[in-house]
């Protein structure tokens, strides 16, 4: 130990029982550092001896490696306060059962912990239009055993040669494909290459032969801090859970030492223990008598409110949803096993708030809150359930709405990529809402809070092509749709089934007033599945846009109930009252439900995207789209 209470690298670790390292190279001894008799005699005027002559040349390719010296970009605090459920997300990271699509953030963020797993093996380049960039990545395993030789050749410098290990390969074959996006939104989608295989191995197995980059970064950004390596695994290895979490299980203090060895050959100053630790001799680094261990003093320190602390990282508009609220609802939802209904549309629930005189505006066009905030989380954990949310081009006009979804745990609000985000269908047939880049739903595409929209249109209007790569840009399309019912509207049964060709399982539908009413009709009814109403405690007056379907009347032209509900529940959510029911199938005379009877549908394909072209109205908006290059 030093006057000043700092610890020499090379004492602590001779002293430790537990080590077996190579000779450490990060160590200076009394040799170097003396002077022989014989070269003080030279004097200042002497020339340079061989020997002097290799030092110098030694220091001077230190000095020239000191710049390659890459600067770690984490510390000891990301080991304390990981990304929320990293240990799961490693799993799912290795494990890749299924698509993975995540934002670029987030892979820069998590790569760095399964990178001890996956190994590039090389690119594939981009596409024309420069958007898309495609990697190839293979299990760690894959590679063939390695033996390495019996005597490594010494190294120029003098230092030690690295003493390695037998490499195991050969034992998995599971390959990755990474495909990065960056466009309006940039993202980055995994998926598995080849046939869906499984690794031959467990992933700790991997962290027991391999260490990831962001243990290595943080072992060497502790060490350049001025923290001798025993200390530092010792800090790190003291929330064994945390550590275990971030793939350090196997972690030992040669891997700290070897995180570090390049950059103690140029640093030769005695390193120091952390605060509230001491050096024992014979028994290495232990916390002083009364000392708070390191990560506990982190964590606290980085706490302001304990109360706030589940909410670290997420956006302030993150709404929750009680856990024993759900059971309510989830009867009448889409169920995670559900395909498709029987006869082959997605899940339809209709949903929609209303005061106590059945509004649901003021007036046509004026946007009006009626949900308190205890049913707007529930709106929002009903979106989460959904592959899609959908509303008509009056609702979208009117409002300017984001469509996504803002509960905790989803995609952009504390879950990976867009998981639990719906994808906005907007029903325009006529082509009348002008997307820019400063429209909400677009604002919330690149913040990466939610999806693209898709835009159902009528074929026949003369469309902006840039109005269509734009929205492409954004991770949206237009859809063109040609049938349509006697009263030439789009006919209801003919959109779910177009978004159930792309993939659509499931869709909730929450306005504006016509298009409720529309389901509404009896021609409509049997294609909801479930109804969801809140009403407000809270009467809007005449002249609102109303939610009622058409009258009904018997035999004797007498006017009857026009629906009731069945299987009906209520609940109160605060102020509002929420009703669940189901809507009774009506029949045909054939006894076929009417959207059963009709003719099968034939759906126009999407509409072809076409070239970028600079526009005057996008230019003024904000919207610079890159031109492909020229073939």
Not at 281 to 290: A, E, L, M, T
Not at 382 to 410: F, M, Q, Y
Request: glycine share 8%.
């Amino acid at each position: 130990m030093t006057e000043d209470g700092r610890v020499d690298d090379v004492d602590a670790t001779a002293s430790d029982p537990t080590t077996t390292a190579a000779p450490d190279n990060n160590t200076t001894t009394a040799d170097n550092n003396t002077t022989s008799p014989a070269a003080d005699a030279l004097g200042s005027g002497s020339p340079p001896q061989d020997d002097q002559i290799e030092q110098d040349a030694t220091q001077a390719d230190v000095q020239d490696n000191s710049a390659q010296i890459p600067v770690p970009t984490r510390n000891i605090r990301d080991l304390f306060n990981p990304p929320r459920n990293i240990a799961g997300i490693r799993q799912r990271l290795f494990d890749v059962a299924e698509k993975i699509e995540l934002r670029k953030d987030e892979f820069d963020l998590y790569w760095p912990y399964v990178d001890n797993v996956w190994v590039r093996q090389h690119r594939a380049g981009s596409d024309k239009t420069g958007l898309y960039k495609t990697d190839y990545y293979a299990c760690r395993l894959q590679r063939p055993t390695y033996t390495p030789k019996p005597v490594d050749k010494p190294r120029a410098d003098g230092t030690p040669t690295r003493k390695k290990q037998i490499r195991e390969g050969g034992k998995c074959h599971m390959k990755l494909k990474v495909v990065r996006y960056e466009g309006g939104y940039q993202s980055v989608t995994i998926n598995q290459l080849g046939d869906k295989t499984q690794h031959l191995h467990d992933l700790d197995h991997m962290d027991r032969i391999k260490r990831t980059t962001v243990l290595m970064e943080i072992a060497r950004s502790e060490v350049m801090s001025g923290y001798m390596p025993a200390s530092v695994y010792t800090v790190m290895s003291e929330d064994e859970a945390r550590l275990a979490a971030s793939g350090g299980r196997h972690l030992n203090r040669n891997d700290v030492r070897n995180a570090s060895q390049v950059w103690r050959q140029q640093h030769k100053d005695p390193l120091r223990v952390h605060e509230g630790y001491k050096y024992d001799h014979g028994n290495g680094i232990v916390r002083q008598d009364g000392a708070l261990p390191l990560v506990q003093r982190v964590v606290n320190a980085e706490i302001v409110d304990p109360t706030l602390a589940y909410y670290a990282g997420l956006p302030p508009n993150t709404l929750r949803f009680p856990e024993e609220l759900r059971p309510f609802l989830d009867p009448y939802l889409p169920r995670h096993d559900l395909t498709f209904t029987e006869d082959g549309l997605p899940h339809v629930t209709l949903t929609y708030a209303t005061s106590l005189d059945s509004s649901l505006s003021l007036a046509p066009g004026i946007q009006t809150v009626l949900s308190g905030p205890h049913s707007k989380a529930m709106t929002h954990y009903l979106r989460s359930k959904h592959d899609a949310i959908l509303v008509g081009v009056r609702t979208a006009l009117a409002d300017d709405p984001a469509l996504n979804c803002r509960l905790e745990g989803v995609g952009g609000y504390g879950g990976l990529g867009w998981e639990g985000q719906p994808r906005p269908i907007i029903i325009d047939p006529g082509a009348r809402w002008l997307l820019t880049p400063q429209t909400r739903v677009i604002r919330t595409v690149s913040e990466g809070k939610g999806r693209g929209p898709w835009i159902v249109i009528a074929p026949g209007f003369a469309m902006d092509p840039n109005r269509i790569e734009m929205l492409k840009y954004y991770g949206g399309k237009y859809t063109g749709l040609t049938d349509f019912d006697k009263r030439w509207r789009l006919r209801w049964e003919a959109i779910l089934r177009a978004l159930a060709a792309e993939g659509i399982r499931s869709v909730m539908i929450e306005g504006g007033g016509m298009v409720i009413n529309e389901l509404l009709r009896p021609e409509h009814s049997n294609l909801v599945s479930s109804v969801v109403v809140t009403v407000a405690p809270t009467y809007l007056g005449q002249g609102g846009v109303t939610v009622s379907p058409p009258p009904k009347l018997d035999a004797a032209r007498r006017p009857q109930p026009a629906m009731r509900f069945k299987d009906v529940r209520w609940q109160s959510f605060g102020e509002d009252a929420v009703m669940c029911g189901r809507i009774p199938h009506v029949e045909t005379p054939s006894g076929v439900p009417p959207h059963q009877s009709m003719t099968p549908v034939t759906m126009a394909p999407p509409l072809r995207p076409v070239s970028f072209f600079n526009s005057s109205v996008d230019a003024q908006n904000g919207f610079q789209p890159r031109v492909p290059p020229s073939s």
